[in-house]
C-alpha cells in the first residue's frame, strides 16, 4: 500500500515538474503572445509559482521555474529512497 502510494506521488511531481519546465519554454518562446496552450500550462502552473512569488518577490523571472525544477525534484529523490529503504 505504502509503495502505491509513493509511486502515486512520484507521478504527481513528475507531472508537475514537466508543466512547470513546459511552462518555463514556453514564456520563453512566445515572448507575451498568450495562446491556447500557454494559458493551459499557466492555469496549471499557477499554484506552484504564487506562493513562490509571494516568498521571494524580488527574484527575477528564471529563478522561480528553476527553483520549483530543483525543488519537485529533490522531493521525487526523497520519495525514491523512501521507496527502497522501505521494499
Known sequence: MVQEI???LNWV???AMW???GRAV???LTRGRRTVIHQLFHLL???FYRPL???L???PPLSIPLTLILFFLALRIVLFITLSSVS
Do not use: F, S
Request: avoid cysteine.
Open 6 to 8: 509513493v509511486t502515486a
Open 13 to 15: 511531481l513528475a507531472i
Open 19 to 21: 508543466l512547470v519546465i
Open 26 to 28: 514556453l514564456d520563453w
Open 45 to 47: 502552473t499557477e499554484p
Open 53 to 55: 512569488r509571494r516568498l
Open 57 to 59: 518577490p524580488d527574484a
